[in-house]
């Protein structure tokens, strides 16, 4: 078996590009969403504020403005064949490298603080949020999901007892949404992580905003509850903006995995109308 | 009811402005988030002057994004608002009565607003490119070390809001809610 080159000067290369194209292209995914709820959406002041929103990314996608002022902060996830050898640097400096150069050339908001309490920034939005996966194959999937903390700040993790069930889950999904409401920007995406521990848990929840909006979980059972989850969030009234409508979420995507006997962990990772994720493979 | 408002905003002009208004700003505001009111309260709790006048003033909370060459300003939309709730009654109480952001309001940010007749006005989230075309002129007055933070003049035409709280304590995001609620639920 052979080992595959990968520079990591491609890997900086490819980066830098992604972020600027992740924050002035929304995915087609949010788009055809956006598309179906305003269709379907009969109130006048919430039809106003989803034609807003659309008008909002063909104004950023034509003029290459940044969709939102919130740039965020940069999540990327590396898919990483075990048959590659990354060569000429370090994996994660390469990736901060391309975010440093994507924020700085890409006139995008430098939005990240050395230190959470002393609050310094870091004046070029490193570093990002990394995760690398070792995966079969000679290839390197690369995703970009530049993450706005006004939705970010709106998400809850509990840890139930197995005794909760479905039902306190799902009571747990609407109460997030609802205390979230008009704050996290709605429409919202919600990401939800069940299962797992403390920590896989928020990361189910962060890796199920990486899945397309029309796309569902491939269990029937999850994707008959991202269904009645959507439905039910949009009983609410909160509606796009918190002035009252229909559209309170254009999607939920859930992802689980296994978990001890004794917990129930669920993780709500709050997203906006503006979830962003961009992928390619090298 | 859509109204094209001329800022400054005074007491007289905040009075005729009801939740639920469709309103269209121009004039001068200023921006400023979290690390520019946590320096302008200190500033105040000082007993110095702040470098505005905050006469009948408007607050724009934004972190724009960077101008490309040529262009005013970048990407300006609102950043949410409870993270000024700290700040905002000492910002009131010394003149400035109008808040662009968006988000629920503390009870004390309300109470504030009715005492000094404030108003909260809601720019639509994540609509920074389309927002950014109503901002005519940028320049920055101070903190310029906050970056995308720093303490910001802009002229504005016509900027696209929603009176969300008015000086009344009417709020939209309830009546609104409710509203909906009411007739489809």
């Known amino acids: ?282 | 009811m859509d109204k094209h408002i001329k800022l400054p905003l005074t007491e007289e002009l905040a009075k005729t402005l009801h939740a639920g208004d469709n309103v269209y700003l121009t004039g001068v505001i200023y921006t400023s988030r979290d690390a520019g009111h946590k320096r302008m309260c200190e500033t105040l709790a000082r007993g110095e002057k702040l470098p505005i006048d905050p006469q009948d003033a408007t607050i724009y909370y934004v972190g724009p994004t960077p101008a490309k060459p040529g262009k005013v300003i970048g990407s300006a939309g609102p950043t949410t608002s409870y993270r000024m709730d700290a700040y905002a009654p000492t910002m009131l109480s010394v003149g400035a009565r109008g808040m662009i952001g968006k988000g629920a309001r503390s009870e004390e940010v309300i109470d504030a607003m009715k005492k000094y007749s404030g108003v909260y006005f809601g720019a639509i989230g994540g609509a920074g490119a389309l927002l950014a075309k109503c901002i005519k002129s940028a320049e920055i007055v101070d903190y310029e070390d906050l970056g995308a933070e720093a303490l910001r003049k802009l002229y504005v035409e016509d900027m696209p809001l929603v009176v969300v709280i008015d000086s009344y304590g009417n709020n939209l995001y309830e009546t609104g809610r409710k509203e909906y609620l009411d007739n489809h639920i």
């Open chain 1, 1 to 282: 078996m052979s080992i595959r080159e990968v520079s990591a000067a491609l890997i900086t290369d490819t980066i830098e590009r992604m972020c600027i194209e992740a924050n002035e292209y929304l995915p087609e995914d949010v788009k055809c969403a956006l598309a179906r709820f305003y269709d379907e959406e009969d109130g006048a002041v919430a039809k106003t504020v989803l034609k807003n929103i659309i008008d909002n990314y063909e104004i950023a996608a034509a003029e290459q403005v940044p969709i939102c002022q919130d740039t965020g902060m940069a999540c990327v996830f590396i898919e990483l064949g075990q048959d590659v050898h990354i060569s000429g640097g370090d994996l994660y400096e390469a990736i901060n490298e391309g975010v440093r150069r994507g924020y700085t050339n890409g006139y995008l908001r430098k939005s990240v603080v050395r230190d959470p309490i002393n609050r310094v920034n870091t004046g070029d939005n490193t570093p990002a949020a990394i995760t690398v996966d070792i995966v079969p194959g000679d290839k390197v999937k690369i995703t970009v999901a530049p993450k706005g903390f006004g939705s970010e700040n709106m998400s809850a993790i509990r840890m139930f007892a197995p005794s909760a069930g479905l039902e306190g889950v799902k009571q747990f999904i609407l109460e997030t949404a609802e205390k979230a409401g008009p704050n996290p920007c709605p429409p919202m995406v919600l990401g939800i992580g069940i299962g797992g521990t403390f920590d896989k848990c928020a990361q189910l929840a962060k890796r199920a905003l990486l899945r397309p909006l029309d796309s569902e979980n491939p269990d029937p059972f999850y994707a008959d509850l991202e269904k009645e989850m959507l439905d039910k969030i949009n009983e609410l009234g909160i509606g796009p903006q918190g002035f009252g409508g229909r559209t309170t979420a254009i999607g939920v995507n859930i992802e689980v995995m296994p978990t001890h006997i004794a917990g129930l962990p669920c993780a709500v990772n709050m997203s906006c109308h503006v979830t962003r994720h961009k992928s390619e493979v090298l």
